[in-house]
C-alpha cells in the first residue's frame, strides 16, 4: 500500500529534520513526502535537500495561509491514494506504517486517526502538556482515544484519508483553529467511516513554553463554539467540561474566602493529577509541571470556550479567533 504523507510547515526546519529522520527509519517503505512551507521567513529547503536521496520528497512553497489550506495544496500534488497527514513537530516510530497497513488490510475505513505521546528525550514541560492533552483527570483523555468506528473524530497532527474522500467533502475549510475537526465532521455526515488505530501512535512536541500552550488551547475553546455552530449536535457535555471547571473554582475560589476548608477541593485535585503523573511519568519533576499543564488546559480551554460562547451564542457576533497571527504556535 502506498501513502502520501503531507506535512505544512512554518519556521520550523530543526523539527522537519527529524521528521525525516524518522520516515527514513519507517520499516514500511512505500511512500512519498510532501513538504507545504507556509510562507516561512527562516524556511527548511536546506533540509529537505538532505533527505533528497533517501526519501521521496515534493518540496513546494507558497504564502502563509495556515495548516488547513496548507495541506490542501499537499494533498492537490500528492500522487498516491490515502493520504496521511502530521504536524512538523511530530516524530513517527519506525512500524508506524506498517501497523496502519496492517490495520487498513482488515478493516479498510475512509479515514483514521492515531494517538500522541511523549519522548524520553521531551523536555519536562513537552511531558507535562502532553499530560495534560492524554489524561482522563483534564478530559484530553477523549482525543485520540476513543475506539468507535462510527464517530470518531481523527485530528490533523496524526490522520489518514482516503484522496477520494478528501476530495469528496471539499478538503480543510480555511479555518485556523478547529479545521481537522470540521473535516472530521464532514466526512462522517457525508457517510464514511472512520476509526482509531490505537497502536498508530506519534511522538507529539506540543508547544514548549506554558505561553505558547495556553494561547492554543484557548483557540480550542473558541473553536469548539464555532464548531457547534457549523455542526448543530456535534458538541457533547464533556466539551463543556473545562468552561465548568472555570465556573466551578472560581465560585469556590470566592466562597473560600467564608468556608477556607472548600479550598481542599483545588488541593485534592491537584494532589490526584501528580499522583497520577507520577505513576505514568515516574518523575517527580513532570509530576509537578503536570499540575500546572493541567490547570493550563482546563482554564485556556474553559475561557476560551466562555468567552465565544458569550460572543456567539448570546450577543450573535460572527466567528472569531484569539492570538490568530502564529496559529502554528
Known sequence: MFF????PVYNRPDEV?????SLCDQRHKQFEVVIVEDGSTHDCCSIVEKYCDRLAIHYIEKPNSGPGLSRNVGASEARYDYLIFFDSDCIIPPGYLEEVTRFLAVTPVDAYGGPDAAMPAFTTVQKAINYAMTSFLTTGGI????????RFLPRG??????????SAVG?????????DIDLSLRLLSAGYVTALIPDAHVYHKRRTTYKQFFKQVYNFGIARINLHLLHPGSMKAV???????VIGMALLLILSIFYPVL???PIGYSLLLFLDSLFRNRSVKVALHSIIASWIQ???YGSGFLVAAWKRLVRRKGEFSAFVKRFYE
Open 171 to 179: 478538503g480543510y475549510r480555511a479555518m485556523r483553529f478547529g479545521e
Open 239 to 245: 466539551h463543556t467540561l473545562p468552561a465548568l471547571f
Open 17 to 21: 529534520d527529524e521528521l525525516l529522520s
Open 157 to 166: 497532527f496524526n490522520m489518514g484519508v482516503t484522496k477520494a474522500a478528501y
Open 4 to 7: 502520501s504523507i503531507v506535512i
Open 143 to 150: 482525543r485520540g482515544r476513543r475506539k468507535s468506528l462510527d
Open 263 to 265: 479550598l481542599w477541593v
Open 298 to 300: 482546563l482554564i485556556g
